[in-house]
């Protein structure tokens, strides 16, 4: 399911035209995509490892700073684009139209006929802890480097709160968002076909 921002139309969309023609068969195993779950949790897991260790890895706060950035920069890429899709069937972007308005767009897996699903509950209750426990982190060390005075990390942590706080807010939005989707389009439609009824019955009765 596709929903724009709330100033928008919505509508329905398959997040994989192939997910829902071909169902699939459902495996033993409780975490259907291993990789994808390693990823999901060891990048931004790292990053939070790196930075708390750094004095003992390394008496160079560049290369530090730049291991930590480009940690951060590999978990937002990786949880935005691929660990989201496999692991809860949600992806959300931001697009821009001809006009120069920017929309953001949520997308959520429908589920299949037979009530399969592409992920396993495993597989959310992992995304989901990650993807909350890692930004409040960040926020902790955040005010932790502003209360020491440490002015130097800041930037650091802040990057953090900020790249991990992006895909927290746009995966809650997407998840919360296409639950409102579907009390919305139910009543537009059913307001659309009584004024339909409504309409009919005047024009007959006219006649």
């Known amino acids: 399911m596709l929903r724009q921002d709330s100033s928008d139309d919505t509508e329905d969309v398959s997040l994989f035209d192939a997910d829902e023609g071909s169902p699939r068969k459902p495996k033993k195993s409780k975490i259907r995509h291993p990789v994808a779950s ?3 949790l060891f990048f931004r897991v790292s ?5 708390l260790l750094c004095e003992l890895l390394s008496s160079s706060f560049i290369a530090c700073m730049v291991t930590i950035i480009l940690l ?3 978990d937002f890429w990786t ?3 691929i ?6 069937g949600l992806r959300w972007w931001n697009q821009v139209d001809d006009d120069g308005k920017s929309h953001w767009v949520y997308e959520s897996r429908k589920v299949s006929a037979q009530g399969n699903r592409a992920s396993s509950d495993s597989e959310s209750r992992i995304f989901w802890l990650g993807l909350v426990t890692c930004p409040l982190l960040w926020v902790i060390f955040a005010f932790t480097a502003l209360f020491s005075f440490n002015v130097k990390w800041l930037a650091v ?7 991990q706080g992006a895909n927290l807010y746009g995966y809650v939005k997407c998840k919360v968002g296409s639950r409102k989707n579907l009390t919305s389009l139910a009543t537009n439609y059913l307001g659309s076909h009584f004024l339909r009824q409504a309409f009919a019955k005047e024009n007959q009765a006219e006649s």
């Open 83 to 88: 660990t989201g899709r496999l692991m809860v």
């Open 47 to 51: 990053a939070v490892f790196v930075y």
């Open 157 to 163: 942590v802040i990057m953090g709160v900020v790249l």
């Open 79 to 81: 949880v935005k684009n």
């Open 72 to 74: 951060l920069s590999c």
């Open 38 to 40: 390693f990823f999901h």
